[in-house]
């Protein structure tokens, strides 16, 4: 089938420096104005002046209907390749041929102005968006629906908490009806039930046959919603496949940053006026940090929090999903003598280690989420925060794993390594 | 507990394959991103998709300007109105400035409205790009449109401001005379000349943020080598020659001649409408090479 996108050659050259200028100054500029009012006048380049290519050949066809994840470290291109895709800033070299209408969305809430209240923002931000005002008028209700800020539509968005100024810019976007989205990391904002509607919001944009160019440093996000994923590395495409493979790709190169995530600030970490999140780390039994876990090994979850107020009994929990997004257990602490034996007045810095055994789960990649909660409320959840470390796990099949010496695929999401016991029931020719 | 969270998960199924009806797709594509050649034509088609945002910009313009003032848009006639009364107690009645024969006050007010206007729109537009940098960076869209929104926002404030010049007439008895028939013609050579010049320096105050520092003192000498607080008349002959190079100058006394009936300075129209007419090129052509670093210098 024809690609909607085709994306050839594209490369990007920032030059450094003062801020791209080239070491060209106005007095220069204006001299060479003079000169020639209509010659080529763009930026002469500094000689000597250092350049940086963003993006380098970069080449890929997106199909109609194809969600597809842009992954890579920062640094990568991803953001200049959306830049470029959504023509804020043009290409060095290179074509990119579009079939369709383009939305882009780099940020939530773009163009929306504190003193302008729900209802005006609506309309301006959705003109930014390349919508009509007939369009918005037509959808405005959904939109409103969509955001749950009815009460508020008449207050200026200054007004608003983030939670409903980030609600309303996203159903904005969310209701353009682009042929191709792209989208940029929109999704790390607002609360958990918020982001599981835009999600959904967002898987249905590709059912409905949209093509979603979607970037984003949220893996398990990525294969949920993009069968297909490109990784850059130095502004070129080193990966493109499919996304559980790419992300696998991804995390193996990252397993050491991924193994450990820090809130260095209480203000900024998750959680409430009771708990907040401070750190989940994963270690070795002898508390080095660890990304590549051997199957057979092992692997200590340390969840650090704060407890900013007495009174509550406090467990600790978490989530492992693979790459797929598929839950491979969950795990808290719900131990009578967990719950009741500890000192209710206690304020302060606590951990709580958990180790997972050795071959228990599968090869693959994972990610841990984790929680406080007071169970005995209900359970009420004090802090929470999704897919904050991620490990792999390979099986370097000596033999003594649960793979035996069969080295082919596997299937299951844990293999333990269970005992087998087969003996003789009968002896010689079997009757029928 | 954990459920809570695994709950919310389960909402999040892997993605299916779509069944809806594929969109067919146009044999030539809709947009080719490629790098620009140095002589880069308006892409009128582009600006005319947009120009629902011409009128969201100007109209959030507006809005925003006035929002929280008590006085809101009684503003837009305060300002020359002010101005008018403070040229005429120091201009008019302490220097004697001559005023072609016109009560000062009407004199002063017909010309500070059009500059107030231009200057407005000048600077208003010569510093929108830098002001709406978080657009720029964020989203596509013909640039073209933010300058010309800051314009149109200006242009809507000139004619509620004058409503007031209306009644002022009335009050001095002036009747309007067929040169009244021209007046639209002012307006949109002041509308295209402000344009011009807010295209140029937006686009330039982009690269060099010293543009929009000596903007403001560069609009203040501006006026006063324009025919606002006296006639043209006030200009030794040897020097008018000289004197209406300035385009300001034709439209200024062409606002005076259509509304008080003077004879017209042909002269000095045509020379700021030929001026204008080049000066729209030339910063259309400019802007449009800086056009596509916008995003990466702003």
Same mark, same amino acid.
């Given at each position: ?44 380049? *500094? ?70 209240? *729900?209802?005006?923002? %609506? ?33 200026? $968005? ?30 790390? $904002? ?32 990525? $294969? ?9 590395? *130095? ?35 998750? *959680? ?66 967990? %719950? ?72 299951? $999401? ?19 | ?25 146009? /044999? ?12 880069? #034509? ?80 000048? =600077? ?8 709406? =940098? ?22 809507? /404030? ?43 320096? #937006? ?6 943020? /010293? ?9 203040? !000498? ?52 030929? #001026?204008?007419?080049? !000066? ?12 596509? /670093?916008? #995003?990466?210098?702003?």
């Amino acid at each position: 089938m024809k690609p909607i996108i085709e994306v050839e050659g594209i490369a990007k050259r920032y030059s450094l420096g003062t801020g791209g200028a080239s070491y060209q100054t106005l007095r220069d500029a204006l001299a060479g104005m003079a000169k020639a009012p209509f010659g080529r006048g763009r930026a002469r380049k *500094g000689a000597g002046g250092e350049t940086l290519w963003a993006l380098k050949d970069v080449n890929f066809k997106v199909q109609p209907g194809e969600a597809i994840g842009v992954i890579g470290h920062n640094g990568a291109g991803k953001s200049t390749l959306l830049k470029v895709l959504s023509r804020i800033t043009e290409p060095t070299a290179g074509s990119i041929k579009l079939y369709g209408r383009v939305v882009s969305l780099l940020e939530v809430g773009t163009g929306f102005h504190p003193e302008l209240t *729900g209802r005006e923002n %609506i309309y301006l931000n959705g003109a930014i968006l390349g919508m009509r005002r007939s369009e918005i008028n037509q959808k405005f209700d959904e939109i409103v629906a969509f955001s749950e800020i009815e009460k508020f539509l008449d207050t200026p $968005v200054k007004h608003y908490s983030s939670g409903m100024y980030t609600r309303l810019a996203f159903a904005v976007a969310a209701h353009l009806e682009p042929e191709i989205l792209v989208v940029d990391e929109v999704l790390a $904002v607002g609360d958990a039930a918020f982001q599981r509607k835009c999600m959904n919001k967002m898987r249905d944009v590709g059912q409905q046959g949209r093509t979603v160019i979607f970037v984003s440093h949220n893996m398990p996000a990525i $294969v949920r919603l993009c069968p297909r994923a490109i990784m850059l590395e *130095g502004g070129r495409v080193i990966e493109d496949g499919p996304a559980h493979h790419v992300t696998g790709v991804y995390l193996g190169t990252t397993g050491k940053m991924f193994s450990e995530r820090v809130w260095e600030q209480q203000a900024a970490a998750p *959680g409430d006026e009771t708990v907040r999140l401070r750190a989940v780390r994963l270690k070795d039994a002898a508390g080095q940090p660890l990304g590549l876990v051997d199957i057979r090994q092992p692997l200590v979850v340390e969840i650090e929090y704060d407890v900013l107020r007495p009174g509550k009994r406090l467990s600790a929990g978490f989530i492992c999903n693979n790459d797929e997004g598929v839950c491979a257990f969950s795990s808290a602490e719900v131990e009578a003598e967990t %719950i009741y034996g500890q000192d209710i007045n206690f304020t302060g810095r606590r951990v709580a280690r958990c180790t997972i055994p050795g071959n228990l789960l599968a090869e693959g990649t994972f990610t841990v989420s984790a929680a406080v909660y007071a169970i005995l409320d209900g359970p009420h959840i004090h802090a929470q925060e999704s897919d904050i470390v991620g490990f792999r796990v390979y099986d370097p099949a000596e033999g003594d794993s649960a793979r035996g010496i069969y080295t082919g695929p596997v299937a299951g $999401v844990v293999r333990p390594r269970l005992a087998w016991e087969s003996v003789p029931v009968l002896e010689g020719a079997v009757s029928r | 507990m954990s459920e809570t969270i695994a709950n919310e998960r389960a909402g999040l199924s892997p993605p299916t394959p779509p069944n809806a009806p594929r969109p067919t797709l146009p /044999d030539e594509p809709l947009v080719v991103i490629r790098p620009s050649k140095s002589w880069v #034509a308006i892409n009128l088609r582009d600006l005319w998709a947009y120009r629902e945002l011409l009128y969201f910009l100007a109209w959030r313009d507006i809005k925003v300007r006035y929002k929280q003032t008590a006085l809101g848009l009684l503003w837009v006639v305060m300002q020359p109105l002010l101005l008018t009364l403070i040229f005429t107690v120091f201009l008019g009645r302490l220097a004697r400035v001559p005023s072609d024969g016109i009560p000062y006050p009407l004199f002063i007010f017909v010309g500070l409205l059009p500059w107030t206007f231009f200057s407005n729109a000048v =600077s208003n537009s010569g510093t929108s790009l830098v002001g709406n =940098s978080h657009l720029i960076t964020k989203v596509y869209f013909p640039r073209l449109i933010v300058p010309a929104a800051a314009v149109l926002a200006r242009l809507m /404030d000139f004619l509620v401001a004058f409503t007031i010049l209306i009644g002022m007439l009335a009050f001095y008895g002036v009747a309007p005379t067929p040169n009244l028939l021209l007046l639209p013609v002012m307006a949109l050579l002041t509308t295209a000349m402000a344009l011009g010049f807010g295209l140029l320096i #937006a686009a330039l105050n982009v690269r060099y943020r /010293d543009v929009g520092v000596v903007l403001p003192v560069l609009l203040q !000498l501006w006026m006063f080598v324009s025919p606002i607080l006296y006639p043209t008349s006030l200009v030794p002959e040897s020097w008018r020659g000289l004197y209406v190079l300035n385009p300001v100058v034709g439209v200024i006394d062409g606002f005076r001649a259509s509304i008080l009936g003077h004879p017209f300075n042909w002269g000095a129209l045509a020379i700021t409408a030929l #001026a204008t007419v080049f !000066l729209l090129i030339y910063s259309t052509y400019t802007f449009r090479r800086y056009e596509k /670093d916008f #995003a990466d210098v702003i």
